[in-house]
Each structure stands twice: as C-alpha cells, then as structure tokens.
C-alpha cells in the first residue's frame, strides 16, 4: 500500500505562513502526481493544491496567490507552503497521491492522515 505521511501543521495568527511536509514513496514521488486538498469541519473538500510529476501544478482559487507546493527531491516530500494565512484556511490538510491531477478531490484515490491547521 502507498503510504503518504504528512508532518507539521499547528496554530498560527493570521496573516503569518506556515509550511507542511508529506513524505511520499519513491516511486510515487517520481511518477504520479501529489497535492494537498483541505477540508473544513462540516465541509466538503477543497483548496487543492496539485502537481505531475513532469511538474505542472494546478492551484484551487481559494489558495492560488498564497499558497505554493515545492517538492524537496532530497527529502522526497512535497511541502505546502502556506502565506497570509486566513482564518477561513482553518481546516485539516491532507496530502493525495494519484495517477493523474485533478482539481477534484473525489478523483483521488490515495491519502495521508491529514494534519489540522488553526488560524485565529
């Protein structure tokens, strides 16, 4: 089984940046393609963040401008990084994996655990 392992994440003010890391497999982290979507208490999934592998990203509107996904290929994570935070990102973030992107999370088929931000 592909197993993603996310790590960081935690309370911020708003207005500060955080970043957060997933750790992917090998192969995954080569060949198919990673993001990070977010989902709020009561809410559907959303604020997806995606890249191939060829590296093509796609940004939801909501993170677009704020929000960027570099891939650390020593590590082999690809991170979140997170800027002017906003209370309304206030969610848990979960890094995906998947053949193809999407800005769909329904069409992933792959997830970490999650990990919860809180901006206040």
């Known amino acids: 089984d592909v197993q993603l392992v996310e790590s960081g994440g935690g309370s911020v003010q708003a207005g500060e940046s955080l970043s957060i890391s997933c750790l992917a497999p090998a192969y995954t982290y080569d060949s198919y393609c990673l993001g990070w979507f977010r989902q709020a208490t009561g809410q559907e999934g959303e604020g997806g963040a995606t890249i191939e592998s060829g590296g093509k990203t796609i940004y939801g509107d909501s993170v677009k401008g704020r929000f960027t996904i570099p891939k650390d290929n020593a590590k082999r994570t690809l991170d979140l990084q997170m800027n002017d935070l906003k209370p309304e990102d206030t969610a848990m973030y979960y890094c995906?994996?998947?053949?193809?992107?999407?800005?769909?999370?329904?069409?992933?088929?792959?997830w970490g655990q999650g990990t919860q931000v809180t901006v206040s």
């Open positions: 995906t994996t998947d053949l193809y992107c999407s800005g769909n999370y329904e069409t992933f088929g792959v």
